[in-house]
């Protein structure tokens, strides 16, 4: 496997690929193992849990997901997964590749851009069906460390065009070339986060003029570029104060790349409706 991957080290259940599936009989780590110790996780990986009878609660994001029959749910790199109460009832499988693996499919899934702000996906009975079939093939195939690459990125590709099709089911599906600006934007801000660059730096970093960003990043997301970036800002401010980082005001201000923490203060109050004080309040 590539040594740059991303994966946490030891996971893999493939010797040439990033990629692991658990179900309530298969894929468990040992007790005792650092992973199953940890309280929290930044997902440097995709996640993804798909129940097919039963229940299941995950923790993301300061957000308690409730899965249950036929509901997929997947989370995304950077997402800060809490662990300390696991819960999976019933049948489910669950998925964790990252984005070297993602790299070796054939094309892009849109869904993983989360446009419409839905990670649970409740599927149809023929859709969760052929979900059941692929996900137990590819464990069939990672119960040998040993398979083909080749015939698991081909399996990798069908359960993802699936999950895309049912991410957009009775929705427009976006324009491809938009989505990949889009796309390039986003990983753009996390790259360049704590940076604060300006909407023109980064429009001709992408190629693209300023107002076609702006209408991109508006359609896709609801949001200008500008306030994009500030809500992405203000999400990290909250999962490392949520997630244990306690620092002061003025010092996670400056980690974030304010230099006014003044102005950190009010942004994060216009975007959450509180302030840093009372969310730190409200997390003892």
Same mark, same amino acid.
């Given at each position: 496997?590539?040594?740059?991957?991303? $994966?946490?080290a030891?996971l893999?259940q #493939? %010797?040439?690929l990033?990629?692991?599936?658990?179900?309530?009989? $298969?894929g468990?780590?040992?007790?005792?193992?650092?992973?199953?110790?940890?309280?929290?996780?930044?997902?440097? /990986?995709?996640?993804?849990l798909?129940?097919? #009878?039963?229940?299941?609660?995950?923790?993301a994001?300061?957000? #308690?997901?409730?899965?249950?029959?036929?509901?997929?749910?997947?989370?995304l790199p950077?997402?800060?997964?809490? @662990? +300390?109460?696991?819960?999976?009832?019933?049948? /489910?499988?669950?998925l964790?590749?990252?984005?070297?693996? *993602?790299?070796?499919?054939?094309?892009? /899934?849109?869904?993983?851009?989360?446009?419409?702000?839905?990670?649970? @996906?409740?599927?149809t009975?023929?859709?969760?069906?052929?979900? !059941?079939?692929?996900?137990s093939?590819?464990?069939?195939?990672?119960?040998?460390?040993?398979?083909?690459?080749?015939? @698991?990125?081909?399996? *990798?590709n069908s359960?993802? +065009?699936?999950?895309?099709?049912?991410?957009?089911?009775?929705?427009?599906?976006?324009?491809?070339?938009?989505m990949?600006k889009?796309?390039?934007?986003?990983?753009?801000?996390?790259?360049?986060?704590?940076?604060?660059?300006?909407?023109k730096?980064?429009? %001709?970093?992408?190629?693209?003029?300023?107002?076609?960003?702006?209408q991109?990043?508006?359609?896709?997301?609801?949001?200008?570029p !500008?306030?994009?970036?500030?809500?992405?800002?203000?999400?990290?401010a909250?999962?490392?104060?949520?997630?244990?980082?306690?620092?002061?005001?003025?010092?996670?201000?400056f980690?974030l790349?304010?230099?006014d923490p003044? /102005?950190?203060s009010r942004l994060?109050?216009?975007? +959450?409706?509180? +302030?840093?004080?009372t969310?730190?309040?409200?997390?003892s």
């Amino acid at each position: 496997m590539n040594r740059s991957s991303s $994966f946490p080290a030891g996971l893999s259940q #493939n %010797e040439h690929l990033p990629i692991r599936i658990v179900s309530p009989d $298969f894929g468990h780590l040992p007790a005792g193992t650092g992973a199953e110790q940890m309280q929290t996780q930044r997902l440097s /990986y995709y996640f993804f849990l798909f129940v097919y #009878n039963g229940h299941s609660h995950v923790s993301a994001d300061l957000n #308690n997901f409730e899965v249950g029959n036929n509901e997929l749910l997947f989370l995304l790199p950077q997402q800060i997964r809490d @662990i +300390t109460r696991p819960d999976h009832g019933g049948a /489910y499988f669950k998925l964790g590749f990252d984005q070297e693996c *993602l790299a070796r499919l054939p094309r892009s /899934y849109p869904f993983l851009l989360d446009p419409l702000h839905q990670q649970k @996906i409740k599927v149809t009975p023929d859709s969760a069906e052929r979900l !059941k079939i692929i996900f137990s093939m590819l464990q069939g195939l990672l119960n040998k460390p040993d398979s083909d690459p080749r015939i @698991i990125l081909a399996h *990798l590709n069908s359960l993802m +065009t699936e999950i895309d099709a049912a991410y957009f089911a009775g929705q427009k599906k976006p324009d491809d070339g938009r989505m990949s600006k889009f796309a390039s934007f986003k990983i753009f801000v996390e790259d360049h986060l704590s940076e604060h660059r300006s909407i023109k730096s980064i429009s %001709e970093e992408l190629a693209v003029s300023s107002s076609s960003l702006h209408q991109i990043v508006k359609q896709q997301s609801g949001l200008s570029p !500008k306030e994009f970036i500030n809500e992405r800002l203000i999400l990290e401010a909250k999962r490392r104060m949520h997630y244990g980082q306690r620092s002061s005001v003025k010092e996670l201000a400056f980690e974030l790349g304010f230099n006014d923490p003044d /102005y950190f203060s009010r942004l994060f109050k216009q975007i +959450t409706g509180q +302030t840093v004080a009372t969310f730190f309040r409200d997390l003892s």
